[in-house]
């Protein structure tokens, strides 16, 4: 591409060169960690299902880099996903954006590089990695691709760069985008009936950012149709030249309609009459996409959790909703995902099941087990947690780990055996912790 016509394409993107600002949206909770990094020699990686607010962090990352006084010059932004781009998508255009805007716009400072869907160019790693390493030039790159982008990262940029997953809005972001905030209890309680109402469509819209600023509900669910199939076609099956899209569509859909339901790649196999390896490739296709998770049962040998089979969760309950076609007897499983995707926001490890009383969530930090939590939440709220419930937490070992029930709304602590369980309404532990 020519220099003049590259120039005139980057000046289009990066209009804040000449502006000096930029339409950054509303804070995502993941952005001062982010900035914590900006410092650091390492490559921020930031990876996550497309359309959950990769591009929106990274502008919020560079907006407030302005704030601190670097020069809007100093920072480049390119979309490799951009049309214009997309055609030469390779590490020669990377290099010949890199060199015309560090001899035409930056030549002596220290640059800010912002790199949006970087798995579109082959053998990126290594070009980023030798600027990184020779150039005075921090790199924040963002990929739709979860195993892609762990291994190749693994393999090139070992000790070089810090990784970040972006998720659709927590709860609590979600509440920011509707203009509550709540940093306390007493705020809690002041806009209680308010967050109630709203959590009401957080479960049935999810949390991508674009869905939830609509204000139609038409417009909501055609958005999730799009990105449904934006997913299923541009990170899965285009990625991986999958040819059979009728099973691969098929097990998708089964997987998030069945969100929370135990189930095995045997199983799978069975359901859909496709073999052992079709399977395990189209189950690894769709977690790489990010649109499920798959969730293990615990077990301290490696093999016993292999074999246990898995429960699948969804990217997003709004998502979930619009594939499935299904929504208010479904609100308990609503719920657990809800909550199964905030504790994958919190921590490394964590799992279903346990010795004892196989509970919804285990948390293991280290080589201990530190919270096990069940949910039960039904529409018309109760008094009385149903003896189901609270059996789960009878003859645990003690291991000092915490244990939890999160309901519609009841807040007590009962006992299960010699085991002192916590009741702890959904929204307030969304928002507050166990605090």
């Known amino acids: 591409m020519e220099t003049a016509r590259l120039l005139e394409i980057l000046a289009s993107y990066n209009r804040f060169w000449t502006t000096g600002k930029l339409e950054a949206g509303i804070s995502r909770d993941l952005l001062p960690r982010c900035l914590s990094q900006a410092d650091s020699r390492e490559v921020v990686v930031l ?30 932004r390119i979309n490799l996903e951009e049309p214009l781009f997309a055609a030469e998508a390779s590490v020669e255009l990377l290099e010949q954006i890199y060199r015309t805007w560090r001899e035409r716009v930056c030549p002596e400072e220290k640059g800010y590089l912002f790199l949006d869907e970087i798995q579109n160019i082959p053998g990126w790693e290594a070009w ?6 020779t150039e005075e030039v921090k790199i924040f790159v963002t990929g739709s691709s979860a195993r892609m982008l762990s291994r190749e990262i693994g393999t090139k940029l070992t000790g070089r760069q810090v990784s970040f997953e972006v998720y659709p809005l927590s709860f609590k972001e979600f509440l920011r985008f509707n203009g509550i905030e ?8 002041a806009e209680k009936t308010r967050i109630r109402h709203h959590f009401h469509d957080y479960l049935k819209y999810g949390g991508f950012p674009e869905v939830v600023l609509k204000e139609k509900d038409d417009d909501r669910e055609l958005l999730l149709k799009n990105y449904f199939e934006d997913i299923l076609y541009r990170d899965i099956v285009t990625r991986h030249e999958i040819r059979d899209v009728a099973s691969l569509r098929n097990l998708a859909v089964f997987l998030l309609t069945n ?62 909703n619009r594939v499935a076609f299904s929504f208010s007897a479904d609100a308990g499983r609503l719920v657990e995902n809800v909550i199964h995707n905030q504790l994958r926001r919190c921590h490394e490890e964590i799992y279903f099941g346990a010795e004892g009383g196989e509970t919804d969530f285990v948390v293991k930090e280290g080589t201990a087990i530190t919270r096990r939590i069940q949910v039960w939440y039904e529409e018309n709220p109760r008094a009385e947690i149903p003896e189901r419930e609270v059996a789960v937490f009878r003859d645990l070992p003690e291991d000092g780990a915490e244990c939890l029930v999160l309901t519609n709304d009841l807040e007590t602590v009962i006992a299960a055996g010699g085991t002192a369980v916590r009741c702890l309404p959904v929204v307030k532990y969304l928002l507050l912790g166990s605090a």
């Open 128 to 133: 980023v990695r030798g600027r990184s390493e």
């Open 47 to 76: 990876k996550g299902v497309r359309r959950c607010g990769k591009s929106t962090l990274l502008a919020q990352v560079m907006e407030a880099l302005l704030g601190r006084g670097i020069r809007p010059q100093q920072l480049l």
């Open 259 to 320: 969100n929370t339901r135990p189930t095995s790649v045997s199983k799978l196999k069975g359901n859909f009459s496709i073999s052992q390896d079709k399977t395990e490739n189209y189950l690894s296709a769709i977690l790489e996409s990010y649109l499920t998770f798959q969730l293990q049962k615990f077990g301290w040998s490696l093999k016993s959790v292999q074999r246990a089979g898995f429960k699948p969760y969804a990217i997003d309950t709004g998502l979930r």
């Open 182 to 189: 709540v940093r306390s209890e007493l705020e809690y309680l």
